[in-house]
Each structure stands twice: as structure tokens, then as C-alpha cells.
T-cell receptor
Framework: ELKVEQNPLFLSMQEGKNYTIYCNYS?????LYWYRQDPGKSLESLFV?????AVKQEGRLMASLDTKARLSTLHITAAVHDLSATYFC?????????????FGKGTLLTVNP | DVKVTQSSRYLVKRTGEKVFLECVQD?????MFWYRQDPGLGLRLIYF???????EKGDIPEGYSVSREKKERFSLILESASTNQTSMYLC?????????????FGPGTRLTVL
């Protein structure tokens, strides 16, 4: 059974600081997704990482994938309050056959002034 | 843009009622999913469908059923609602958009069972 673990689960940081959220998974996969969820809202797709070594960047967020280590990171650069949200990683455990995703429990990020 | 819509944002039902949650996507995706989200438990897959009239159980199918009569519509049915089914329900649709395989979520339905 695929397990997806995120850490930390809670992250409080100051504006302007850098930090990294980690996503470990237990079985082979080459597809990893990052989502953002604002309070009371649905999930918004941030990044899709499809191969070993993939790196994607959007604004102050950068995601990377190391399939050999079964690890993805979401790096936050010079955090701002607008980045406060819950971030989920999700792994495709189906090998693309039925597109089933397994989600981590999420990281609640709070950026303080 | 892919659009996934859900029939209700908020729903209040009584124990024992039959509840229908509807989801519609406009991108001709074959794969659709129903999740529930609870604090501390994350997203859990209830059922998914990879084609019309095709369905597979997810991780927590007990107490739920689904229907997919048309490609764009995927319904979640609570045959006899119970208080432990109070939750946020999220529908998703997955397919290729601009060459990238992505799963898109609807706005969610917050269901309260009294």
C-alpha cells in the first residue's frame, strides 16, 4: 500500500524567510502533484512533476522530484502572507492505468508579518 | 480552463435521508473521482470512475454508491445518511490539459447530517 508522508504538518514562518516542505512516498512512482488549498476552498493544482529530476517554479514556489529517493520538495522563497494555505502532495500509484492519486495529509503554512 | 462543478456548496440533511451529490466536468475527461476531506485525515478516496458506467471502489466506499450514466457527470449517493458522513466532499476530474496530465477539483460540498 502506498504511503505518502509530508513534513512538517504545521509550519509557521515569518515573511521574508525561506523554507522547504518535504513529501516522501513509499513505492515507485514518477508522477507527483502539488496542490494548494485555502481555508474553506477546494484544491488548486500548483505543479505536476513527471520525471526524475523535474523542477518547476512559479513565483516564490519551486517544486522538485527525486524518484530514486522517492522524495519531492516544495521550496518557499522569501515568504509572503498570501502564501498562507494548506499544501498537499499527491502521488500517482497506478502507473497511469487508472489515475488514482494518494494524498499526503497536508502542510498548514502560516506566514506571519 | 477545465471546469468541475458540484451541485451544492452547502447541504444539511437528516439521518436516514438519501442524499445525492452531483458533479459535472466540461473537459471530456474519462476519469472522475469522489473524495471526502476531514480534519486530521486528509483526502480519502471514496469511489472513482474511468469510463461511463464503470466504477471502482476507493479506500472508504462503505455507505456510499456512485453513478456514471454520462461521461461528464459523476454522482455520489448516500443511501441512508448518517452523522459520521458529515464532511467536505470533493469531486475531481483528471485528464490531459495542454499536454499535461492533471487532476482538477470542484469547489466542494460541505455536507452536514443531523
Amino acid at each position: 500500500e502506498l504511503k505518502v508522508e509530508q513534513n512538517p504538518l504545521f509550519l509557521s514562518m515569518q515573511e521574508g524567510k525561506n523554507y522547504t516542505i518535504y513529501c516522501n512516498y513509499s513505492t515507485t512512482s514518477d508522477r507527483l502533484y502539488w496542490y494548494r488549498q485555502d481555508p474553506g476552498k477546494s484544491l488548486e493544482s500548483l505543479f505536476v512533476l513527471l520525471s526524475n529530476g523535474a523542477v518547476k517554479q512559479e513565483g516564490r514556489l519551486m517544486a522538485s522530484l527525486d524518484t530514486k529517493a522517492r522524495l519531492s520538495t516544495l521550496h518557499i522563497t522569501a515568504a509572503v502572507h498570501d502564501l498562507s494555505a494548506t499544501y498537499f502532495c499527491a502521488v500517482d500509484s497506478s502507473g497511469g492505468s487508472n489515475y488514482k492519486l494518494t494524498f499526503g495529509k497536508g502542510t498548514l503554512l502560516t506566514v506571519n508579518p | 480552463d477545465v471546469k468541475v462543478t458540484q451541485s451544492s456548496r452547502y447541504l444539511v440533511k437528516r439521518t436516514g435521508e438519501k442524499v445525492f451529490l452531483e458533479c459535472v466536468q466540461d473537459m471530456d475527461h474519462e476519469n472522475m473521482f469522489w473524495y471526502r476531506q476531514d480534519p486530521g485525515l486528509g483526502l480519502r478516496l471514496i469511489y472513482f470512475s474511468y469510463d461511463v458506467k464503470m466504477k471502482e471502489k476507493g479506500d472508504i466506499p462503505e455507505g456510499y454508491s456512485v453513478s456514471r450514466e454520462k461521461k461528464e457527470r459523476f454522482s455520489l449517493i448516500l443511501e441512508s445518511a448518517s452523522t459520521n458522513q458529515t464532511s467536505m466532499y470533493l469531486c475531481a476530474s483528471r485528464g490531459f490539459d495542454g499536454g499535461t496530465d492533471t487532476q482538477y477539483f470542484g469547489p466542494g460540498t460541505r455536507l452536514t447530517v443531523l
